[in-house]
């Protein structure tokens, strides 16, 4: 896992508590949730921007009807106009992101979901990874 990735979860763990690891059954999906208030909302666009540069998908903008083919967007149940997604695709075997859900029955807070996901056939040396990648992320969200 690149360390940049666990670099970040460690900076926002310093401001906001993660929940515990969720790794689904085909093993092509992990992340963890942290709660984020308003008030620390621009601290954490601050934080991604560092992580991520601009979003893949901003707040407030309507998501283009291809963004629902992606796996990504399919294993986060789809995406609406006021969530935000960052993605990084600069590894070959997986996907970081990090996407903001506000929270429609309290406006003042929002969920961010932070995590891999793993396209493509799952064979032994891929399920060896994930894993292990599994493993390094509940180290590091502890």
Not at 24 to 53: G, I, P, S, W
Not at 77 to 99: C, H, M, W
């Amino acid at each position: 896992m690149q360390e940049s990735f666990k670099g970040m979860i460690k900076e926002l763990k310093m401001f906001f508590a993660p929940e515990n690891i969720y790794f689904n059954q085909d093993l092509q999906f992990v992340r963890t949730r942290m709660v984020v208030t308003e008030e620390k909302l621009l601290l954490l666009l601050a934080l991604l921007e560092k992580y991520f540069k601009a979003p893949f998908k901003a707040a407030g903008e309507k998501p283009a009807r291809e963004m629902g083919d992606l796996e990504i967007i399919q294993a986060l149940n789809g995406i609406r106009k006021e969530q935000t997604l960052y993605l990084n695709t600069s590894d070959p075997e997986f996907v970081y992101f990090a996407a903001i859900w506000p929270w429609q029955s309290d406006p003042t807070q929002a969920s961010l979901f932070l995590g891999l996901h793993f396209g493509g056939l799952l064979t032994p040396a891929r399920k060896a990874l994930m894993e292990r990648i599994k493993k390094e992320l509940e180290i590091v969200v502890q």
